[in-house]
């Protein structure tokens, strides 16, 4: 049995690629506004986030793990701690302006098979390629499992929603056994097929 790790919670109004122009509407933060695509209005994340984290984002939450408004996971030093004491990989955790908080990206990204990972894809943009949305999926039927169960892990195949792209992270029995045991606060284990 392999589990998805999910927040409970979303920081309402929080987002960490996004800030509130003059005129109040969400536009691109400034220091990643040369990576939009101008067809559908996407950023390459994995550029913005080897820029660095804005110092105007943020966290006030107790809950050790929470979404930010486009759904990247964010969560407690206390978390980070916890999981490097337990020596669990697959897990990067960077962490925010304060120190409080860190987003986590995936390190271990395993192979998977599209035809059985359950994606469902809408509006595919003619110029960078990207899907507006890439939902349903992953399925772990359609990924490669990991060797060792120490270690969490995300499909190859980012999701997408109208705004990013972002990762859903898988834990084995194993991993899940433990952190339950922490009792973090706003954690959500949900059973995989
Ligand atoms: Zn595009």
Not at 158 to 167: R, T
Request: proline letters at 3%.
């Amino acid at each position: 049995m392999f589990y998805l790790i999910e927040p409970d919670d979303e920081l309402s109004d929080n987002w960490l690629f996004f800030e509130e122009d003059l005129n109040g509407v969400l536009v691109v933060r400034e220091e990643y506004r040369d990576l939009v695509c101008q067809s559908c209005g996407k950023i390459d994340e994995n550029i913005a986030i080897s820029r660095g984290l804005s110092s105007h984002f943020i966290v006030e939450t107790n809950s050790d793990i929470v979404a930010t408004s486009e759904d990247w996971i964010c969560v407690s030093a206390r978390f980070c701690d916890e999981i490097m004491k337990l020596k669990f990989g697959g897990l990067r955790f960077i962490p925010l302006a304060d120190s409080k908080h860190s987003i986590v990206m995936p390190e271990l990204l395993v192979e998977t098979d599209e035809t059985r990972a359950g994606f469902e894809n809408h509006n595919q943009c003619t110029s960078c390629g990207r899907f507006g949305e890439r939902i349903i999926g992953p399925f772990i039927q359609g990924m490669r499992l990991p060797a060792s169960d120490s270690t969490f892990f995300a499909s190859s195949i980012a999701n997408e929603n109208v705004k990013v792209s972002y990762y859903r992270f898988f834990a084995s029995e194993l991993i899940v056994e433990a952190i339950r045991k922490l009792e973090f606060a706003g954690i959500d284990f949900v059973e995989t097929a």
